[in-house]
């Protein structure tokens, strides 16, 4: 059983649109979340974490966390040609190593 | 604004030479990891280390891959006999406390094996 998954994508948005970004994962031991993003051939930068139920805003970025149907969101407003890139949701059950799911592929068009 | 740092940014090997990749952690961070991520796959986790000793490694890493902290501010993984399918992105990322796993990644190592 996959512990997270993730549309692969590739999803395509004009510029400006509002674009949502989901995972699902398994294992209720999960406490903590992130979201990466990821250039192409790049390491994963660090977008956001939660360890909790509920919202998290950042700027454009909004983490949304739904832990009794082991989902979560990351939704980008005003999108931008520069937020083309991989996004990687993560979990981890405490100061363990991060369960990465595959990566969805955004394309912002301008 | 600190960051990991990896070197080299490319490295071509021949298959059975060893080679060993360096990072250096961000200066306060007391936990630190290695992943790789094989072209088009996802980001897999390999080892973790904290209090100079290894604290939980994956299937992936077997007998042939090592890590050591010679100093306090180097970070190494060492592969002792290369195979084809190591070629791979091998990231660095360090963390800071064990309140929350807010991990930071290096910009990675990109291994060749020929």
């Known amino acids: 059983q996959k512990e997270v998954e993730q549309d692969p994508g590739p999803l395509s948005v004009p510029e400006g649109a509002i674009v949502s970004l989901n995972c699902t994962y398994s294992n209720s031991a999960f406490q903590y979340f992130m979201w990466y993003r990821q250039y192409s051939r790049k390491g994963p930068e660090l977008l956001m974490y939660t360890y909790s139920s509920g919202n998290k805003e950042d700027g454009r970025f909004t983490a949304q966390v739904d832990k009794s149907s082991k989902y979560i969101s990351l939704f980008i407003r005003d999108s931008q040609p520069s937020d083309s890139a991989t996004y990687l949701c993560a979990k981890a059950p405490g100061n363990t190593p991060l369960v990465f799911g595959k990566g969805t592929r955004l394309s912002v068009i301008a | 604004e600190p960051e990991v740092t990896q070197t080299p940014s490319h490295q071509v090997t021949q298959m059975g030479q060893e080679v060993i990749l360096r990072c250096v952690p961000i200066?306060?961070?007391?936990?630190f990891y290695w992943y790789r991520q094989i072209l088009g796959q996802k980001v897999e986790f390999l080892v973790s280390?904290?209090?100079?000793?290894?604290?939980?490694k994956s299937e992936i890493f077997d007998d042939q891959f090592s890590v050591e902290r010679p100093d306090g501010s180097n970070f190494t993984l060492k592969i002792r006999s290369t195979k084809l399918e190591d070629s791979a992105m091998y990231f660095c990322?360090?963390?800071?406390?064990?309140?929350?796993?807010?991990?930071?990644f290096g910009p990675g190592t990109r291994l060749t094996v020929l």
């Open positions: 200066s306060n961070h007391l936990y």
């Open positions: 280390f904290y209090n100079n000793e290894i604290s939980e």
């Open positions: 990322a360090s963390s800071g406390t064990d309140t929350y796993n807010e991990q930071f």
